[in-house]
């Protein structure tokens, strides 16, 4: 059972989320995303396919010759939503705090 | 052998992930690329010394041909199975993406085989205790089993079982290493780019020699349980032993030995005889058996004697017991025998045991790590000559 996603697996469910997409075509997606800070190896890649298979958050839609494409099921969009939103309110806490904070003067 | 190729000995197992891996990038900086994995010895290929990265996948994981494709994009080769549950990867460019860049999911990628490695350790540790089980478990229900022990040639199978706890525990050391590294890498924690394998080869090769040095150790042991022990009669032996006077304890002069029947028809008096033994435990036990009586007498008198030096002193006391309980068989006929403790300067302990029934004595002494046991049937008291058993126990072979 997967308890959190990562930033690799996270991304992986974003670039499924509006088209289906093979397994190349999501590295070559998350590269392009990120401006290739987060890249995805082909043991990571093909790693978190198969565990989000094993989940049933994302389904095999078609098959041609090497190409596997994939697609999102209903649960994995809610997955991903569910990570968005948390991820949201982590990002709106910093920013409160942020708003808060005031330099300490340094003690020289 | 092929040109150029070399082997080493296999002393990391790959199960032991993260140090297989600096180990065999550690190689080829050295010039030394790896051909072929082996239980024994991995063979390595010359080259020029450059940086490759080599990474092991569990097998299959990548059995696709799109990932094999998305692998050869990237730069990463298969160099094919290596052990029984992994296949190697190696890259040359130091730029390409790692064939894992997320430590969590590369722990996801590994639990199947941690399922796997948990079964075969239960089934390991099972058959473990049944072989310890089988060695140990015996002593449990034999009578002596210290006397047992003591005069095996091997210290009961212990020495054996000691080698294969050490054998074991090169494997333990491996499989911790696996689950040590997949906790790691599952707190998001990427692998030790050396990986720190000298210590694990260190390891290996110190676990290597011991059991290699306790195999020759074990041939010895044999050899010498067989070659080293020797018998003939106490009449004329030229090599030393042991001995109370069986004509000094009676103060006679005119005993004469009475031989036995010569059941063996080879001539000797087996009546009046020695016996030396060696074990690991004992390396010197004696065995003497004289039998006199008075010229022109039916009468004979006897002294038995079995004498044990122990290379561990600790055993003296437990061996002690088990003579004092096996030759006046006091747990089944307790009253067979008077048996009380002698004061006995200049030993350790002393126990006398009196027939109620018949003459004669039974005495057992223990001074440090030499235990002897003593019986006779004539009409003298053993403890009345502490001088002969003083130089009883200062024989020195």
């Known amino acids: ?30 590269s392009a995303k ?16 198969a565990k989000f298979q094993e989940e049933a958050l994302i389904q095999e839609t078609a098959v041609e ?24 309110a982590c990002i709106a806490d910093a920013e409160e705090e942020e708003r808060l904070w005031k330099p300490v003067p340094c003690a020289d | ?39 024994t010895f991995t063979t390595f290929r010359r080259g020029t010394p450059a940086p490759m990265r080599y990474r092991l996948e569990p097998y299959g994981n990548l059995w696709r041909r799109e990932s094999q494709n998305y692998c050869r994009e990237l730069g990463w080769t298969s ?45 390991l540790l099972i058959l473990t205790l049944v072989f310890l089980a089988v060695v140990l478990l015996p002593y449990l229900f034999f009578h002596w089993p210290v006397l047992t022990l003591v005069e095996s040639p091997l210290a009961g199978n212990l020495l054996p079982a000691i080698m294969e706890l050490i054998s074991l525990s090169l494997s333990i050391r491996a499989y911790a290493a696996f689950f040590r590294f997949c906790r790691r890498l599952r707190r998001g924690k990427e692998p030790h780019p050396e990986g720190s394998w000298r210590r694990s080869a260190r390891l290996y090769l110190g676990i290597l020699l011991t059991s290699v040095a306790l195999t020759a150790v074990c041939i010895v042991q044999l050899w ?17 032993f042991p001995l109370l006077s069986l004509a000094e304890l009676e103060q006679s002069d005119t005993l004469e030995v009475r031989p036995s029947l010569d059941f063996l028809g080879d001539g000797l008096d087996r009546d009046n005889y020695v016996r030396f033994s060696w074990s690991p435990l004992a390396p010197e036990q004696y065995e003497t058996d004289q039998h006199m009586a008075l010229p022109g007498s039916d009468k004979t008198v006897s ?55 018949f003459p004669g004595q039974r005495l057992f002494l223990r001074r440090g790590g030499t235990v002897a046991y003593l019986s006779y049937s004539g009409e003298a008291d053993l403890l009345a000559r502490p001088e002969l058993l003083e130089h009883l126990f200062d024989f020195q072979d």
């Not at chain 1, 059972?1 to 998350?30: H, N, P, Q, W």
């Not at chain 1, 596997?68 to 991820?87: F, I, K, M, P, S």
């Not at chain 2, 006046?328 to 004061?343: K, L, R, W």
């Open chain 1, 1 to 30: 059972m997967l308890e959190t996603l990562t930033e690799s697996m996270l991304y992986v469910l974003m670039a499924l989320l509006r088209e289906e997409r093979c397994g190349t075509e999501i590295a070559d997606f998350v």
């Open chain 1, 34 to 49: 990120t401006g290739g800070r987060v890249r995805l190896g082909p043991g990571t890649l093909y790693t978190i396919l």
């Open chain 1, 65 to 88: 010759g090497r190409r596997r494409t994939y697609a999102l099921t209903q649960a994995g969009r809610a997955r991903y939503w569910d990570e968005v939103a948390r991820l949201r």
């Open chain 2, 1 to 39: 052998m092929e040109t150029g190729a070399v082997r080493r000995l296999s002393f990391i197992d790959p199960v032991d992930l993260d140090h297989f891996e600096g180990y065999l990038d550690h190689m080829a900086r050295k010039g030394l690329f790896f051909h072929r994995f082996g239980p």
């Open chain 2, 79 to 123: 160099l094919g199975r290596v052990g029984k549950y992994f296949e190697l990867y190696c890259n040359p460019d130091p730029t390409a993406p790692e064939l894992h860049t997320d430590p969590v999911v590369r722990a996801y990628s590994l639990d199947a085989t941690a399922r796997i490695l948990k079964r075969y350790c239960a089934v």
């Open chain 2, 224 to 240: 010498a349980f067989v070659a080293l022990p020797w018998e003939g009669e106490i009449a004329g032996q030229e090599r030393p």
């Open chain 2, 303 to 357: 002294l038995s004697m079995r004498w044990y030096r122990l290379s561990l002193p600790f055993l003296a006391s437990p061996l002690l017991e088990e003579l004092v309980y096996r030759y006046t068989e006091y747990n089944y006929f307790p009253g067979e025998y008077t048996v009380s403790e002698a004061a006995l300067p200049g030993f350790d302990r002393a126990v006398l045991a009196v027939d109620n029934d």
